[in-house]
């Protein structure tokens, strides 16, 4: 026979679910707004690069959304121990994920500068650097919806990949910059292009570190290997 408890219990439960369920969408949102993004940057369509711009109100929304609800669990409820780590990651994922969404947004703007001039050759890195960073956030959303703190350290490992390949693109970029002049304006927008999706990665990790700290109540032990080179004085393999 159920108890007063139980039924507190199954109902706090039911809340949390739901709770999950919202940040859950709120990523594929962003992700989508990511692949959207670079489509359009690819297309060089700037009424759809617009509307991409446009949808970033909805994931804005959905993180308000988990505002209130977290606020109204912590009143209601007073969680402890996980329960406390369950709705306190949450409120942090939301916030990593309405960061993704304004980067993609960002990266949506910068395509509508760059259709005014002509295409540079660089711009066909944007997209696999991207379809990288995708992977990683839905990896972490995952693991994150099956509370898989492994899942969430394999991809937060994996943020290192993302890094060696913006290294690479920001090599070509400012290789191709040297070389011919009338390419600086293009490219300087691929750069921030770039450091945008590259950052997305960044909040993947964070996102990830998350999953593992609600999972086992301690921080994700180690040092996470970092590729991105290009803060290094000298960046090799550039024309002298």
């Known amino acids: 026979m159920s108890t007063p408890h139980d039924h507190i219990l199954k109902s706090y439960d039911t809340e949390l679910a739901r709770l999950t369920g919202e940040i859950v969408r709120m990523g594929e949102l962003a992700v989508n707004q990511l ?74 703007k910068r395509s ?52 060696a390949m913006y290294t690479g693109l920001f090599r070509e970029l400012l290789t191709y910059m040297m070389e011919d002049p009338r390419s600086i304006t293009p490219c300087t927008h691929l750069l921030f292009m770039a450091k945008n999706i590259e950052r997305i990665g960044d909040h993947a990790t964070n996102i990830a570190e998350n999953v593992w700290y609600v999972v086992h109540g301690e921080e994700l032990a180690g040092t996470r290997q970092k590729r991105d080179l290009t803060a290094s004085p000298q960046l090799p393999d550039l024309p002298r």
């Open 35 to 108: 692949e959207a993004a670079i489509d359009v940057l690819m297309r060089r369509d700037s009424k759809a690069a617009q509307r991409v711009i446009d949808n970033d109100e909805a994931i804005d929304a959905l993180e308000h959304e988990v505002s209130h609800d977290v606020v109204r669990l912590l009143a209601l409820r007073q969680p402890m121990a996980r329960d406390l780590r369950e709705i306190l990651a949450a409120l942090r994922i939301a916030s990593a994920i309405e960061r993704i969404g304004d980067y993609a947004a960002n990266v949506a």
């Open 112 to 163: 509508m500068a760059l259709n005014v001039v002509a295409p540079v050759a660089p711009a066909h890195g944007l997209p696999v650097l991207a379809g990288l960073a995708a992977e990683l956030v839905r990896e972490v959303l995952a693991a994150y919806r099956d509370r898989d703190a492994e899942r969430a350290r394999v991809a937060w490992s994996r943020d290192a990949e993302l890094d």
